[in-house]
């Protein structure tokens, strides 16, 4: 049997609010209407796909485990492979079969991101592409999102913030596997994490309220870079990439601020604070 407790550490659900904003920006940047019951049935779909990943990255990183996290539940002996497998392909089968109601657009769209979702965790370790593997994960849940709302089509802010998430996202994932490698010593793939400033600059000018965002998003990830870049202990680097993570959410709060909606950016803002929260009580990487 699987207990609460250890469903909560194997599928990372501190993580959880920064794919629900993921989804919100999606939906905001289509310009479309937001119907709550579209909205609700993709942030349930993505959070079974989200959870399904963490659940099989467990499975498949079971030996090294052993070596670098005992304390995960699997190498702990908290609960067995076969039950995790076969909970987290649940999952993920559940997911997909939730975006087929939303679409033939989003479907298909959520039949790749499970394909990358499995992918990923299969051959991320020793692998220099899996940040991108990861980038185009965490882009599709923008894609996703926005087709169910627009029966198929993107516009031109999806596709630019798309791209934003996925640069965001590789540049975290290359942080986050130099955690047992030491300090964060190789800058160039981390430039990503700059890729919402960037944009931001660039749709100058924005919203006044934009701007507190922007100061946000830019202190969070400055402060947080540096000390994934210097600080030298493994517990050190691993704090830091948790809350980089969280500040995925703090970037889809900026972009839905800068392209003029300010109460689905405090909805964003708020799965910032949660993530932050949540990272305290369960590990987020």
């Excluded at 067995?80 to 079969?97: I, K, Y």
């Excluded at 394909?115 to 370790?125: E, F, P």
């Amino acid at each position: 049997m699987i207990t609460w407790h250890v469903a909560l550490r194997l599928g990372r659900v501190s993580n959880l609010p920064t794919v629900w904003s993921n989804v919100i920006a999606g939906a905001v940047l289509t310009g479309q209407p937001i119907h709550p019951l579209t909205l609700l049935c993709l942030l349930l779909a993505m959070s079974l796909i989200y959870t399904a990943g963490m659940f099989l990255n467990d499975v498949c990183d079971r030996a090294i485990d052993v070596i670098e996290r005992p304390e995960r539940p699997i190498p702990a002996g908290q609960i067995s492979v076969s039950t995790v497998s076969v909970s987290g392909l649940a999952m993920l089968g559940a997911g997909v079969l939730l975006l087929a109601s939303q679409g033939s657009g989003a479907f298909a769209s959520g039949i790749i991101l499970a394909h990358l979702v499995v992918l990923y965790n299969l051959y991320h370790k020793a692998n220099p592409l899996s940040p991108l593997i990861m980038g185009l994960c965490r882009m599709l849940v923008y894609i996703t999102s926005a087709l169910a709302f627009t029966n198929g089509t993107l516009s031109q802010p999806t596709w630019q913030g798309s791209v934003i998430l996925f640069a965001y996202t590789v540049g975290l994932t290359y942080a986050a596997k130099q955690q047992f490698t030491g300090p964060m010593i190789r800058f160039v793939p981390v430039i990503g994490l700059a890729a919402p400033l960037v944009y931001a600059f660039m749709s100058l000018p924005i919203h006044r309220w934009a701007w507190g965002y922007l100061g946000a998003f830019a202190f969070w990830t400055i402060w947080h870079l540096q000390r994934a870049a210097f600080r030298a202990k493994t517990c050190d680097l691993r704090s830091a990439t948790g809350e980089l993570i969280a500040g995925m959410a703090l970037s889809d709060a900026l972009l839905i601020a800068i392209h003029g909606a300010p109460s689905w950016a405090v909805a964003s803002a708020v799965a910032f604070l949660l993530t932050v929260l949540w990272q305290r009580r369960i590990a987020g990487n």
